[in-house]
């Protein structure tokens, strides 16, 4: 039961909880701990807080100017030709700035306009098909910052590049915006309500948004019944070909209305357009299950750090406790114990060490099948464009027909590679996780055992994740099946060799197409298991070196300071023990559930 002084940590004083325990925990361990560490992680998690929100959809749906609206101001660029190139990431932040990060080495650009409409005008310049075409200068995001009410609580907004347009690296470019999601609104419009291009993305989009939504924008275009017409099209659509299972719900909207009415501050207008609803329904109730759930998974990893940092403490104020000759002993039998445990410490390496290069292998032994499966499956795009033009090869209908056929394979047939690999890789990960945990715990555990203390939980580890998959590549290919000067020469020859030279150098594309999407994959995946590998391993060591600094370290400065110090502990252990009287008090307070 908590104390008249004391009281639970509600949602509204988490921050200022967490500053004090971190003020606690500085105080008692001056040079850095573990605990503290571990803290100052879960602060920065809670000060970060951000509910990404995708816009997605097919272009020329209105995802720019529903986003406008959303901001009350036009900031994105919007037209009436595909647009937007490259995702926008647009987050809260006190002065409006514009920061655009590249590919390779180039430092990022950072732009102050001075208002919506100049940043709208720099925006053009890096994430529109016309003044960026097919991302020409090397951007690799951008990031949009400013005070708009809607972002404050920790909400992104993305805005990507519409797919199915005939610009095929903005469809790449949205895919590859995917994981970034964790929740998305799906915009549609009724000028088709819904396109096979649309339902396929959708299923794509499952894959990673955990919450989705659907948005009928143009409303403003429809009568009432045509709207309510429209509307239930597309609930059957979705309930039938989107996988949604039962009736969606569809928010109908008008963008251009709404953004009318934010500018005019007409709040009654902007109610009729839609967006009110939409952002009571939608977005409100989003930022607040994310919010809700972080506070709680904090509150919970927090009251593990305070049980490390009260045992941490326990065993430094039983070694100022302790009479000298027993402490010199108990430190010895810790010392015994520590060099058995150092040899499971190598077991643990040689094991991660074996997975990595399984890990290789067999993303070896994957490309290798994918490059066979795209060679005979593209070769076969080549002899059916032959057949279809009665033993004639056109070089312009076969680059037509690898047109449409190259994103359909390498964009399933990747994801599946990519997908199957990571549950593999994960799957090794997750079981040296345990290893490692177990490593670390049995330290604890030891030095619980020799010091008469009870043994405190290990706070829980995030598990290593390989990065995002890589995708089919999209720019430079359809060069491949330009005329060369030894394929104008070849005009030259008689029909049947003539046909024949364009069938090898066709095949010799073909290979080298494949080659190029395959390699991509292989090696951007190597890269990541490789780093992966490293940084648990890193991980690991560094993990080791804080709890033996919490034990072994702890104990080796006591007997120091005993042996230097005899009689002069009691000041210090006063002061401990003060700390660990006022940490205790602090677990007691995030143990209540908020509110009570």
């Known amino acids: 039961m908590l104390g008249a002084h004391q009281h639970a940590i509600g949602e509204d004083d988490l921050r200022t909880g967490l500053e004090e325990i971190r003020s606690c925990l500085q105080e008692a361990w001056p040079e850095g701990s573990p605990a503290l560490n571990a803290l ?122 519409g797919i199915g347009s005939t610009l095929l690296h903005n469809t790449d470019a949205a895919l590859q915006a995917l994981p970034e999601c964790d929740a998305a609104l799906f915009v549609l419009s009724a000028d088709p309500p819904i396109t096979e291009a649309e339902l396929a993305y959708l299923a794509r989009v499952r894959q990673h948004a955990v919450r989705l939504f659907f948005i009928l924008n143009k409303t403003d275009y429809l009568s009432q019944p045509e709207q309510a017409q429209v509307i239930a099209f597309l609930q059957s659509v979705l309930r039938s070909k989107g996988d949604t299972g039962t009736l969606p719900p569809i928010f109908p909207v008008s963008a251009r209305q709404a953004l009318a009415a934010a500018t005019r501050q007409d709040d009654a207008a902007r109610e009729t357009s839609g967006l009110g609803r939409i952002e009571r329904e939608v977005l409100a109730p989003l930022a607040r299950e994310k919010v809700a759930a972080l506070r709680a998974s904090i509150r919970s990893k927090t009251l593990v750090i305070l049980e490390q940092a009260l045992a941490d403490l326990t065993l430094r104020i039983r070694t100022l406790e302790l009479p000298l000759e027993d402490l010199e002993q108990r430190s010895r039998m810790l010392q015994d114990a ?56 056109d070089p312009a209908a076969l680059q037509q027909a690898l047109e449409a056929e190259i994103p359909v394979f390498f964009e ?26 177990a490593l670390v715990a049995s330290i604890r555990q030891t030095a619980s055992t020799i010091f008469d203390l009870p043994a405190s939980p290990e706070a829980p580890t995030e598990l290593f994740r390989l990065g995002p998959e890589p995708y089919w590549v999209t720019q430079g290919w359809s060069k491949l099946l330009m005329p060369s000067p030894a394929s104008l020469l070849a005009r030259m020859l008689p029909g049947k060799l003539r046909q024949e030279h364009l069938r090898r150098q066709a095949a010799m594309q073909v290979d080298a197409l494949v080659q190029q999407n395959v390699e991509n994959l292989r090696w951007a995946t190597l890269q990541g298991v490789n780093d992966t590998f490293r940084r648990f391993s890193a991980q690991l060591d560094e993990r080791l070196a804080e709890v033996l600094a919490a034990t072994e370290g702890v104990i080796d400065k006591a007997l120091a300071r005993r042996r230097a110090e005899e009689g002069q502990a009691t000041g210090e252990l006063q002061h401990l023990s003060r700390l660990a009287k006022r940490l205790a008090d602090l677990r007691a307070q995030f143990a209540q559930p908020a509110g009570t």
């Open 338 to 393: 520590l060099r058995a445990i150092e040899s499971e410490r190598q077991v643990v390496r040689d094991l991660l060490e074996g997975d990595r290069r399984r890990a290789i292998a067999e993303l070896e032994s994957q490309a290798e099948q994918l490059r066979r499966d795209a060679n005979q499956h593209l070769s076969g795009v080549v002899a059916r464009a032959v057949a279809e033009s009665s033993g004639f090869l």
């Open 412 to 437: 399933n047939r990747l994801a599946e590679m990519a997908a199957a690999f990571r549950r593999s890789v994960e799957g090794m990960l997750a079981r040296h996780q345990e290893r490692a945990d």
């Open 40 to 161: 100052k992680r879960l602060e920065e998690r809670l000060r970060m807080s951000r509910l990404q929100v995708a816009v997605l959809g097919q272009f020329k749906r209105g995802k720019s100017t529903f986003i406008n609206a959303l901001l009350g101001s036009s900031l994105l660029p919007s037209a009436v030709v595909p647009l937007t190139a490259i995702p926008t990431f647009i987050a809260w932040g006190p002065v409006l700035l514009i920061r655009v990060t590249y590919l390779g080495n180039r430092p990022a650009d950072e732009v102050y306009p001075a208002t919506p409409s100049e940043a709208q005008e720099a925006l053009k310049q890096w994430v529109t098909e016309e003044g960026n075409p097919e991302n020409r200068r090397g951007v690799a995001r951008v990031d949009v910052f400013l005070p708009a009410a809607i972002l404050r609580d920790g909400m992104v907004l993305i805005d990507t590049p």
